[in-house]
């Protein structure tokens, strides 16, 4: 068996960071992610005994980080609708090699589970916002909810020291791209970081159109052209975020720009579905099972190597391969995989 420090992918790309969700419901409907005409009243989402409990999950994170996992990232749906989930966030921080835990949330849920969520031991949060209008943000959320409470969390995850906190925007053409600037006035200066992010073609119910999608050079032209930028070097290996800070020390902003200039190319990301599936790419069809050999009793070193040879065999490139032949494939749902 490989050493846990050198398990690669066919081009060369390690198993890094794994990204947990733990439900596929929401309490929004955001069009690019769970649209209300497809994600309605009837809709059918996962069983509960379908779903990974957190012992499940805490296991697999064990197994995930002997193989040279380190960066945990808890995601849904919206996690903070998972029942108690301070206990699997503390479940996680005892698993050994772990260094980092954080949460993608829209932040509704924020003030009731920031502290909690912190004393549980999680590391930071990132808050879904697309736009400071607030009909503009109730239109993208699909349920007319205002910024208030979105902000009202992101200043409880402050309070908590859920920190280094971001802000994640998804920019749709002629949807919130008025937006642009200020959001970037809204949050610079402030610590927090403003990442934007190309409109994607997740999944097949979201409509995509290449024409709605905001491409990041002229995100950042916008920004420059009200507060000049500099280019920053990645934190670390494999950061979809192209950083640039603001000239005058008031921070920095991130672009995440998997249509127009995509970084498959170092991309250590695995994703964990709540019913316990495995997808290697954002843009797959379909996972590999986890779940149905865990829960038959399967030993740690048995699931270690089910996971490596899946690793091994990997080859995705979605967006370096997006073309007319892509595009209609079937893809999981984001709120499925956890985006």
């Known amino acids: 068996m490989a050493d846990q420090a050198h398990v690669k992918d066919t081009l060369g790309r390690h198993l890094r960071d794994l990204r947990i969700s733990v439900t596929d419901r929401c309490n929004l409907r955001c069009g690019y992610c769970m649209p209300a005409d497809v994600f309605g009243p009837d809709h059918a989402f996962l069983p509960r005994k379908e779903i990974l409990d957190y012992d499940e999950i805490a296991h697999l994170a064990r197994v995930f980080a002997a193989l040279g996992t380190r960066k945990l990232r808890i995601t849904g749906g919206e996690p903070l609708l998972r029942r108690d989930l301070p206990e699997l966030v503390a479940l996680l921080r005892a698993v050994p090699g772990i260094d980092d835990i954080a949460l993608t949330t829209n932040g509704l ?4 589970f920031a502290r909690a969520l912190k004393q549980a031991g999680l590391s930071r949060v990132t808050v879904s916002l ?10 993208m959320n699909g349920k007319g909810v205002g910024t208030a409470p979105v902000l009202k969390g992101i200043d409880a995850a402050l309070a908590a020291g859920l920190t280094p906190l971001k802000i994640n925007m998804v920019v749709k053409r002629g949807e919130n791209d008025s937006e642009i600037e200020a959001m970037a006035e809204r949050w610079r200066g402030t610590g927090i970081v403003l990442r934007y992010i190309e409109y994607m073609d997740v999944g097949t119910s979201n409509g995509w159109r290449l024409d ?9 032209a916008r920004v420059r052209a009200r507060w000049p930028l500099e280019s920053a070097d990645p934190n670390y290996p494999g950061e979809v975020a192209d950083r640039w800070r603001y000239a005058d020390g008031q921070g920095e902003i991130g672009v995440i720009s998997s249509v127009t200039n995509t970084f498959c190319g170092d991309c250590t990301r695995a994703r964990l579905s709540a019913r316990g599936e495995l997808f290697t790419c954002l843009f797959a069809g379909a996972g590999h099972d986890l779940k149905g050999p865990l ?6 070193a048995k699931l270690r ?29 984001m709120s499925y995989l956890g985006g």
């Open 109 to 112: 849920l924020l003030p009731a």
């Open 130 to 139: 697309d736009s400071l209008d607030d009909e503009v943000f109730g239109r």
């Open 212 to 220: 709605d999608v905001m491409p990041a050079r002229e995100i950042v």
């Open 295 to 300: 829960r038959a009793g399967a030993s740690e």
């Open 305 to 333: 190597a089910l996971i490596e040879s899946i690793w091994q065999r990997r080859e995705d490139r979605y967006s370096e391969l997006r073309n007319a032949n892509t595009t209609g494939l079937p893809k999981a749902e």
